[in-house]
């Protein structure tokens, strides 16, 4: 059941995750064994690239007879794509308002929540700019990069800001999380405002200052197997393993919080 993603870029982003036998024998085995075999399209959040990709290997040992392909990007560009027709088999959201989408499209239905993430400021190692609060980003000559407002993470911004009364005037708008940690990373900006798993990705590349509990905001991360996969066996175990204790430790290991 191989298919080809719907543009370009997003076959640019997709990860496969397969096996490697040394035999169609091997491959049919584990096909029998599991009773799923074909490939799996998932279209997931860019914050999800380091879980889901541990996932997919986990999921894949466990049902050698499937391959994982993922695309990872911003929810709302994801979620569009499979309303207008994209092949796919499920879809990971970075908010339930975004995963409504789809699901009022037809094109998914009852979503589960697996997962939990916070904001967290980040800037380069050095910090040149000295930020230690949210407070700072609102400093004039600080540069900083958020989320597009139309991406689950700056919407998330967007209420952070309003929340504690600050008025930034970010120097960039970033298509997701990750555009918005490369900048950080490069020294494009002196801080960002990214997921607290974002930060615990990129290690020493960048210094995180976490944000007070009471001062912060949350999103949830809702999952569905989609109406329109050709094999919603394998999109449902898929899910499923999310869904289980192996999923909830791959999530925490990345700093996810289990919902």
């Not at 040992?61 to 499937?66: I, R, T």
């Not at 998914?108 to 230690?132: H, I, K, Q, W, Y």
């Not at 801080?191 to 007070?212: C, E, M, N």
């Not at 009471?214 to 869904?243: H, M, Q, R, W």
Request: hydrophobic share 45%; charged share 10%; proline share 7%.
């Amino acid at each position: 059941m191989h298919r080809l993603l719907l543009t370009s870029a997003m076959a640019a982003g997709a990860v496969l995750l397969a096996g490697c036998g040394t035999g169609s024998t091997t491959t049919v085995a584990a096909s029998a064994s599991t009773g799923l075999s074909g490939t799996l399209e998932v279209f997931a959040a860019a914050s999800l690239k380091e879980s889901f990709t541990r996932l997919g290997n986990e999921f894949h040992a466990a049902h050698p007879g499937v391959s994982v392909v993922f695309s990872f990007g911003p929810s709302n560009g994801l979620a569009l794509q499979i309303t207008q027709g994209a092949p796919a088999d499920v879809f990971a959201a970075a908010s339930p308002d975004t995963m409504q989408t789809v699901v009022q499209a037809g094109d998914a239905s009852a979503p589960r929540t697996f997962a939990t993430n916070v904001l967290e400021v980040a800037t380069p190692p050095d910090d040149p700019a000295g930020v230690t609060s949210t407070t700072d980003l609102a400093k004039p000559g600080v540069k900083v990069a958020v989320c597009q407002a139309r991406v689950p993470c700056g919407a998330a911004t967007a209420q952070l800001f309003a929340k504690n009364g600050l008025t930034v005037h970010p120097v960039t708008y970033e298509v997701d999380v990750k555009a918005v940690l490369t900048k950080i990373q490069l020294g494009e900006v002196d801080a960002g405002l990214v997921y607290q798993t974002d930060v615990h990705a990129a290690g020493s590349k960048v210094h995180g200052i976490p944000i007070p509990a009471g001062d912060n905001v949350s999103t949830t991360y809702p999952i569905a197997a989609l109406t329109t996969s050709p094999d919603k066996a394998a999109a449902e175990a898929f899910v499923a393993y999310v869904l289980s204790p192996a999923g909830t430790a791959a999530l925490t290991d990345s700093g996810f919080t289990a919902p």
